[in-house]
């Protein structure tokens, strides 16, 4: 089956400072990869629609510039916490769309999450 | 618009007994219908997924979910929980561009 990465798996930072989160899809191209945020003791969040090539596409009430997404392959996205702080502490969980034309199917396989701490 | 609905954030079962997590959708499209488990401090696992085929579909570790367009329903059953079935499950609807996930429901298996 589809195998999404994602990196780090854990990161404790200072407030203020920014954090990058890698996800990577490694044995299939994804053109579409989404990263959602997590409470604990609650669902997923969809935060924002990454398209491999264009801008990301936030949801309603997710700072754009406070998390930077870039997704410069198709097999990498990235989120960047930007001067975080510890309201930011969650875990970040991103998901890669596998689209195959030839058996139609169109699957998201999602990542091991990112826990996120900051002091 | 697409929405998901888990009745019981809190199920328990003994363990050998029968599983049974709750799912109603809502979907303007023809839905694609998702069951995931995550165990602490752990990212989704996929157990298995409805799309438009036959509407008793069977998952891993013996999970299986029936689609009831009627009732609007996918509910997820085991017919004998395990110790090791204890996560939180969660059930999702898909609109084929993004997706929409219920709250979750955390199972306990009482040895």
């Known amino acids: 089956g589809a195998v999404v990465s994602q990196h780090p798996s854990w990161v404790i930072c200072k407030s203020g400072t920014s954090v990058k989160i890698e996800c990577r899809s490694l044995?299939?191209?994804?053109?579409?990869m989404f990263w959602y945020r997590q409470f604990p003791k609650q669902s997923l969040m969809l935060m924002a629609t990454?398209?491999?090539?264009?801008?990301?596409?936030?949801e309603q009430g997710v700072e754009k510039d406070k998390f930077l997404i870039n997704h410069a392959s198709l097999t990498l996205s990235t989120l960047t916490v930007t001067s975080a702080h510890p309201e930011d502490s969650s875990f970040y969980i991103c998901?890669?769309?596998?689209?195959?034309?030839?058996?139609?199917?169109?699957?998201?396989?999602f990542g091991p999450g990112t826990r996120l701490t900051v002091l | 618009a697409q929405s998901v609905t888990q009745l019981g954030s809190h199920v328990s079962v003994s363990e050998g007994a029968l599983v049974l997590l709750r799912c109603n959708y809502s979907?303007?499209?023809?839905?694609?219908l998702f069951w995931y488990v995550q165990y602490p401090n752990q990212g989704l696992q996929l157990l298995l997924k409805?799309?438009?085929?036959?509407?008793l579909v069977k998952g891993i570790n013996g999970f299986e979910a029936e689609f009831k367009k009627s009732e609007t329903s996918f509910h997820l059953t085991k017919p004998s929980a395990h110790m090791s079935d204890a996560a939180e499950y969660f059930c999702?609807?898909?609109?084929?561009?993004?997706?929409?996930f219920g709250t979750g429901t955390s199972l306990t298996v009482i040895p």
């Open positions: 998901s890669a769309r596998k689209y195959t034309r030839e058996k139609s199917t169109d699957t998201q396989y």
């Open positions: 044995d299939f191209q994804a053109t579409t």
């Open positions: 990454s398209n491999e090539g264009s801008k990301a596409t936030y």
């Open positions: 979907s303007s499209v023809p839905p694609y």
């Open positions: 409805y799309t438009s085929a036959a509407t």
């Open positions: 999702a609807v898909s609109d084929r561009s993004q997706f929409y």
